[in-house]
């Protein structure tokens, strides 16, 4: 059984900083992607940032290109999103989420492509 926990939201001012982080349970972390994405009230889900299992490839949505950094440290069964220079517009709950296929060379853009999804973390920034 897969257990997505993220945790590091919060309230910021704009222009602040935030690093959220997801801890991977229950299976082999190290060999599966990873995704974030968010949810801001009245809005579709959107996907942030993508990771592969072995880090080599990442994106960003282009709202978020430029400010958030995904990474990921296998040893820690752990993804991060490092989000600088935060706008009110970021506003939203994230979660992480990740598909049960291993060693895929892909990012995946989709919400319906992924097959875990954590609680999902509340981020609001305030301008």
């Known amino acids: 059984q897969v257990q997505l926990v993220e945790s590091g939201g919060g309230l910021v001012q704009a222009g602040g900083s935030l690093r959220l982080s997801c801890a991977d349970s229950?299976?082999?972390?190290?060999?599966?992607?990873m995704g974030w994405f968010r949810q801001a009230p009245g809005k579709e889900r959107e996907f942030v940032s993508g990771?592969?299992?072995?880090?080599?490839?990442?994106d960003y949505a282009d709202s978020v290109k430029g400010r958030f950094t995904i990474s990921r440290d296998n040893a820690k069964n752990t993804v991060y999103l490092r989000m600088n220079n935060l706008k009110p517009e970021d506003t939203a709950v994230y979660y992480c989420?990740?598909?049960?296929?291993?060693?895929?060379?892909?990012?995946?853009?989709?919400?319906?492509?992924?097959?875990?999804w954590g609680q999902g973390t509340q981020v609001t920034v305030s301008s």
């Open positions: 989420a990740t598909k049960n296929v291993r060693y895929s060379s892909d990012i995946y853009y989709e919400g319906t492509d992924y097959d875990y």
């Open positions: 990771i592969t299992w072995s880090g080599l490839r990442k």
């Open positions: 229950g299976r082999t972390f190290s060999s599966h992607g």
